[in-house]
Each structure stands twice: as structure tokens, then as C-alpha cells.
């Protein structure tokens, strides 16, 4: 066996293969932050929360293989699930700084099932202070508050699934 690279096409620097290895050993340890140059390529992991805006990525181009025409079914396919309409109203948030979910996960109240939750409506909390804990990708992110005041609603469930900026709890300013 050669190098790390000589596993890869050479217009992929950084193989899928690769950098699913790199994750899971990151995922391993306590790395915080890692990054990779190869010439001009970069490769920049980065563990936890972070509130940068998406970049951009450039994907190299993929070579695609001639593909056999496959004729499709002359029977309708059902769908295996109906689509929901949502007819509830959204809900009227509290006046006061809302605390968003900074990545998708599942989020939880609590560090542990053992242990009381993070926060509870009317405690008051300062900047920095952690109120829950969003699991991703098999990490916990522990989601803190950026603002001083007292937690006025907390709008998610332990063991809720989140979205990227939903919005997790109400804090009123002191």
C-alpha cells in the first residue's frame, strides 16, 4: 500500500472513504478541530455549534457511466406514506430573545435521563449557561444561551427532533 492518496482518483484529494474515516475518528477522540491542506485543497472539521452562515462548497465533477434504459412499472405505485396538512396555527411567541437550534438533532432537556433538566420556565440564566443538549450525528452539543434574563417558554419537548434554527426557548430580559 501507498500513501492516503494513492487510494483515490487523483481529482478526488479528499475521498468520501477518506473523510467518513476522518469523522468517525474525530467522533473518537476529543478533537475539537482539525484542518487538512493538500496544494490548494482544504479540508476544515470543525466539532459543535458554530453560527457561521453556509458556505458554498465546489464539488468535483463526477464521471458519469452510460446507464441501460430501464423501462418504468405500468402499475400506479402507492405511496407508503400520506402527506399531513398542517392546519394548526403557528404559535405566538412570547415577547423577549429566542433561542434558536444551531444544527438539526434530537434535543434534550436534560445531560443525562438521571439528571434534572438544563432549565425550567422561570429560572433565570446569564450568557454562557447551558440549556440543553442537541444530539447530532451520534455527538452531544450542548446549545447555551447568549443572552442574560429568565427563561419565559421553553417551546420543544425532551427527546424532540429540531430543525436548524427552530426555535427552542423564550428568554426575557432582566
Partial sequence: MGDATSDFPENDIFGIAAVRDLLRLI?????????IERGETKLHVKRGPTLVAPQPVALAPVLQQPSAHI?????????????????????ELPAG????????GTFYAAPSPKDPPF???????????????????????????DVT?????????????????????VIEPL
Avoid: C, W
Fill in 149 to 169: 434574563g429568565r427563561v419565559a417558554r421553553i417551546l420543544v419537548k425532551n427527546g424532540q427532533p429540531v430543525e436548524y434554527g427552530q426555535p427552542l426557548l
Fill in 27 to 35: 467522533g473518537q477522540s476529543d478533537i475539537t478541530e482539525i484542518l
Fill in 71 to 91: 423501462p418504468l412499472p405500468t402499475t400506479p405505485v402507492q405511496p407508503m406514506f400520506t402527506p399531513v396538512a398542517h392546519t394548526s396555527s403557528p404559535v
Fill in 97 to 104: 430573545h429566542t433561542v434558536t437550534a444551531p444544527m438539526v
Fill in 119 to 145: 432549565v425550567q420556565v422561570g429560572d433565570e440564566v446569564h450568557a454562557g449557561d447551558a440549556i440543553g443538549v442537541i444530539e447530532a450525528m451520534k455527538m452531544m452539543n450542548e446549545i447555551e444561551t
